[in-house]
Each structure stands twice: as structure tokens, then as C-alpha cells.
């Protein structure tokens, strides 16, 4: 079956820095997803990962290693509207869009 | 600014009342998306359409339908809602952003059912 694991919730403080980490099993890889959903709203677009590497976007960045199954999101300078959840989806072999269930992160003063 | 909404946002129900939830989008997107997403669990695909070619996820029940008439709407039905149904319900629609099919959520619709 396919699966995509996440911790989840973990607590950081303000100011500091967190990494949520994804690890995936699928039939075939096309590419792997984080989104930030604020709770009791909809998802939003973070980061798109295909390659193996390290994508920085202003204070988050995405890694992704292929050959380990493995992603991770990287908050820096959290502050207290990043407290959501956090989303990894994979795309699989047939173009579909597996979701792992989320990371509530919890950020304290 | 192009979008995708929902209505209505909050819906409440009785048990095996008929439910529509509605979407509409402007961001001329050919792939339409709904999902069901449960408290602290991954969204879980019920349909997409690609334009009008309409792809039911294999384990959607039945009393689940969509309709798509045109480009920019897509309905979800519940024919008759049971408590099991009650969710938020997540219209999400699909184009090229950095190389990717990046997905564009509504707001969603939390259904209640009662």
C-alpha cells in the first residue's frame, strides 16, 4: 500500500527554528507537496520538491532525498501565526496525490 | 483576484436530508477536485474532473455525486447524509505553478449533520 508518514504534532517556540519531517512509500514518485493549513481553513501551496535538494523559500525551505523515501520542512524565525498544520503529499507513478495527515505545530511565546 | 469559492461555508443537516455544496472558480483551471477532509486527518479524494471527463475515486460511496456544467462549477451532492458524512468538504482545482500542478483550495464547507 502506499503511505506517507509525519509526526503528528510537535511544539517550538517563537523565534526558533523546526523541522517537520516526511517520509513516503509509493507506487512511484512524480514529484512531493507541503502544505500549511490553518485550522478550520483550507490548504495552501508551501513548496513543490521533484529533484533531490534543498528549496528555500524566504523563511521556510523543502529538502527531498529520493533514494531515502524522506522530505523535510524547514521553519525558521517561527513566529505565532505559523501554529498549523502542516501537510506532505506525494505524487505517485499515476499522477495521483497521496496525503500523509498532517503535522500540528504548536508555537509558543 | 482569481479564486475558488466555495458555498456555503458552514451547512447544517439532518440525518438523510439532501445536501449540494457548491464551487466556482475563475482561475479557468481544467481540473476540478473534491475531497473530504476529516478533523486531524488527511483530505481524501471523492472526484475529479478533467474539463468534463469525470474520474470517481473507486471507495466514494455511492451516496456521494458531482456535477460539473460548466468550466468554472462543480457540485458535490450528498443524497442522504449520515453522521458519518459530516466533514469539511474541500474544492480544489489544478494548474502550472513552478513546474507543478499545484493545487488551489476553496475554503471549504463544514457540513454538520445532526
Known amino acids: 500500500g502506499q503511505n506517507i508518514d509525519q509526526p503528528t504534532e510537535m511544539t517550538a517556540t517563537e523565534g526558533a527554528i523546526v523541522q517537520i519531517n516526511c517520509t513516503y512509500q509509493?507506487?512511484?514518485?512524480?514529484?512531493l507537496f507541503w502544505y500549511q493549513q490553518h485550522a478550520g481553513e483550507a490548504p495552501t501551496f508551501l513548496s513543490y520538491?521533484?529533484l533531490d535538494g534543498l528549496e528555500e523559500k524566504g523563511r521556510f525551505s523543502s529538502f527531498l532525498s529520493r533514494s531515502k523515501g524522506y522530505s523535510y520542512l524547514l521553519l525558521k524565525e517561527l513566529q505565532m501565526k505559523d501554529s498549523a498544520s502542516y501537510l506532505c503529499a506525494v505524487v505517485d507513478s499515476n499522477y495521483q496525490l497521496i496525503w500523509g495527515a498532517g503535522t500540528k505545530l504548536i508555537i509558543k511565546p | 483576484d482569481a479564486m475558488v469559492i466555495q458555498n456555503p461555508r458552514y451547512q447544517v443537516t439532518q440525518f438523510g436530508k439532501p445536501v449540494t455544496l457548491s464551487c466556482s472558480q475563475t482561475?479557468?483551471?481544467?481540473?476540478m477536485y473534491w475531497y473530504q477532509q476529516k478533523s486531524s486527518q488527511a483530505p481524501k479524494l471523492l472526484f475529479h474532473?478533467?474539463?468534463?471527463?469525470?474520474?470517481n475515486e473507486a471507495d466514494t460511496p455511492d451516496n456521494f455525486q458531482s456535477r460539473r456544467p460548466n468550466t468554472s462549477f462543480c457540485f458535490l451532492d450528498i443524497r442522504s447524509p449520515g453522521l458519518g458524512d459530516a466533514a469539511m468538504y474541500l474544492c480544489?482545482?489544478?494548474?502550472?505553478?513552478?513546474?507543478?500542478?499545484?493545487?488551489?483550495f476553496g475554503a471549504g464547507s463544514r457540513l454538520t449533520v445532526l
Open positions: 520538491n521533484v
Open positions: 509509493t507506487s512511484g514518485f512524480n514529484g
Open positions: 474532473y478533467y474539463d468534463k471527463d469525470f474520474n
Open positions: 480544489a482545482t489544478s494548474g502550472k505553478d513552478s513546474g507543478a500542478n499545484v493545487l488551489t
Open positions: 482561475l479557468n483551471h481544467n481540473v
